[in-house]
């Protein structure tokens, strides 16, 4: 026989085989034993919690010809053609390719006929949620008035989507993610019944990353299995679910314990380029956390650590961290993971994410601000900002027109920026900015990067050359925060315009710019030379207009804005 998998060949066959739903199994198995069955029942969940297995063993049930306490007795014939899917009473459907009204008509129709062996006919539809609405509409009517003799089984992932009018026809169970604990206890049962070896560890592993599904934690234990050569081990755990190993997560801790960006980002390059999942990372370091957090609160908390994580090297560097550092890397690290989930460019937030918690100065900027040490310089700026708009108010008394663009304050933050760029030095590149001069700076802009340091490639990583003249480069960065801190680090500036200009074999200066506000710049930059332009044109046309006697007293007793000069 070929061989299967181990979430088939240990599928639950009793109510009582069934892992981590106790309250809805011994529901069902009440319900079977006194006879007091519902015509409909909606099984809702995650994904592998055992609600087709649960569908499975009440159609079951409810057939067994010698029931047991509500359990199917898994011995007569009606047991033992369910169990080998021959039983033509037990009809299961998928709703994500039979979602039409067609097929729902069908079994409309269909329902009106009487079991052929079994006492009961049972359709388990299985993601009932893919029905269509005209489905719903024809499904409706027979769950409202159903055969004496037929139920229904729904089961779905997903029970918001169904409507209510179906729901309120059905006896809901709601089926829970399946604790770590019961999962662990599951597997080795199951490995102890083959008799192979298991590191516990290992074990432990396998049943974080299977996020409470059973199905998931036999499908990556099957998959271990056959990594290991039918052994599991820790490290064939770790590879099968990407997890980190103790040395990768220590030296990475290590790191931001001891406020080592560069260090940090070092082993973090490490990490990825063995093939470890940047989602999984972050998972770990959230882990971490949390157990260091209950390391530091008390002893009673501390009995809560999960060992499996927390090795002698972790509790070692925990006096390193204090809770509230703890809770800012929590932060940051959540802020990070939902940004994972929809973006390509995992390995640029990982970076920035290392930085921003192995940085010194994270320390102080986690401190709560008292109200005696607020800045002199924004009380300044919100006095003014008050006089401003009391003013404002005293012209709209008299009459006096506000314009719109003195009504608004500028963001603070963007003033900053305002600040920090160089327009002098911008406008002169793009005075004399070519397209081949673009291309250069871009295909020696590689180069370049591979002369830094680990820490400035990071920060270096996010920006581009957007334009370039013979005489310097402007460079765009992605992120306002990395244009700040090269932009302040004048050693970093100068090192830029030293390496630029000996790739190129000329003087060139590079000048930074945030991306955010590259098209204004240079749109302004435009709009000033066409101004320039027009307004050198006009003095031109009025000085040569102006060689005639009659409209030079034109000019002088109306002005140049009225008097308007048309050649004949």
Same mark, same amino acid.
């Given at each position: 026989m070929a061989y299967q998998a181990l979430y088939r060949v240990w599928r639950p066959q009793t109510f009582s085989d069934v892992i981590g739903q106790d309250v809805i199994t011994q529901t069902l198995r009440n319900a079977v034993a006194s006879n007091m069955t519902s015509h409909a029942y909606l099984f809702s969940g995650p994904r592998g919690t055992g609600k087709t297995s649960c569908a499975k063993i009440l159609a079951k049930a409810v057939?067994?010809?010698?029931?047991?306490?509500?359990?199917?007795?898994?011995e007569c014939e009606i047991c033992l053609?369910?169990?080998?899917? $021959?039983?033509?009473?037990?009809?299961?459907?998928?709703?994500?390719?039979?979602n039409g009204v067609e097929e729902i008509r069908d079994i409309r129709d269909k329902v009106k006929y009487a079991p052929t062996e079994a006492k009961y006919k049972v359709y388990i539809i299985d993601e009932v949620h893919m029905l269509s609405q005209g489905a719903f509409n024809a499904l409706l009517k027979t769950l409202e008035e159903p055969p004496a003799n037929v139920m229904f089984i729904l089961a779905t992932t997903e029970p918001q989507k169904i409507p209510a009018t179906i729901i309120s026809r059905t006896q809901s169970f709601n089926f829970r993610r399946i604790s770590k604990q019961d999962i662990l206890k599951r597997m080795i049962f199951i490995l102890n019944d083959k008799n192979i070896k298991y590191d516990e560890e290992g074990l432990d592993i396998i049943a974080a990353s299977a996020e409470g599904g059973m199905r998931d934690a036999l499908s990556i234990l099957d998959q271990a299995l056959s990594y290991g050569d039918d052994e599991l081990t820790l490290k064939n755990a770790q590879e099968v679910t990407g997890a980190l190993s103790n040395e990768q997560i220590v030296s990475y801790m290590t790191a931001i314990a001891e406020n080592k960006p560069a260090q940090a980002l070092t082993s973090l390059y490490q990490i990825l380029e063995s093939g470890r999942s940047a989602l999984r990372f972050t998972e770990m370091i959230i882990r971490v956390c949390r157990n260091l957090i209950l390391y530091n609160s008390n002893s009673d908390l501390s009995k809560q650590m999960d060992s499996s994580v927390m090795t002698k090297e972790l509790l070692a560097i925990a006096d390193k961290f204090d809770n509230k550092r703890l809770f800012y890397i929590v932060d940051q690290v959540s802020a990070t993971q939902k940004n994972l989930k929809n973006s390509n460019q995992t390995d640029i937030y990982m970076e920035i994410l290392t930085v921003k918690i192995s940085e010194p100065q994270v320390a102080s900027s986690v401190e709560p601000v008292e109200n005696d040490s607020v800045d002199n310089e924004v009380i300044d700026k919100l006095r003014d900002?008050?006089?401003?708009?009391?003013?404002?108010?005293?012209?709209?008394?008299?009459?006096?027109?506000?314009?719109?663009?003195?009504?608004?304050?500028?963001?603070?933050? $963007?003033?900053?920026?305002?600040? $920090?760029?160089?327009?002098?030095?911008?406008?002169?590149?793009?005075?004399?900015?070519?397209?081949?001069?673009?291309?250069?700076? $871009?295909?020696?802009?590689?180069?370049l990067m591979s002369m830094l340091s680990i820490s400035q490639r990071a920060m270096m990583r996010v920006a581009q050359p957007v334009a370039a003249s013979s005489e310097g480069i402007v460079v765009a960065f992605d992120y306002a925060m990395w244009f700040e801190q090269v932009q302040d680090d004048s050693d970093f500036l100068q090192s830029l315009t030293d390496n630029a200009s000996k790739l190129l074999k000329k003087d060139c200066q590079i000048v930074l710019v945030p991306k955010v506000d590259w098209p204004k710049i240079r749109k302004e930059y435009i709009d000033n030379n066409i101004d320039s332009t027009k307004k050198n044109t006009v003095k031109s046309n009025k000085e040569t207009k102006k060689t005639d006697p009659t409209v030079d007293e034109a000019l002088k007793l109306f002005g140049d804005d009225i008097v308007d000069v048309k050649n004949d």
């Open positions: 057939n067994c010809l010698n029931p047991q306490d509500g359990e199917p007795c898994n053609a369910a169990n080998e899917n $021959r039983l033509n009473d037990v009809i299961e459907i998928d709703a994500a390719s039979n900002e008050v006089s401003h708009l009391q003013n404002e108010v005293k012209d709209l008394s008299n009459g006096t027109p506000v314009t719109k663009s003195s009504s608004k304050p500028k963001p603070h933050h $963007r003033a900053n920026n305002n600040t $920090r760029l160089n327009k002098t030095a911008i406008y002169k590149v793009l005075g004399n900015a070519t397209k081949n001069d673009l291309v250069a700076a $871009r295909d020696m802009w590689p180069e």
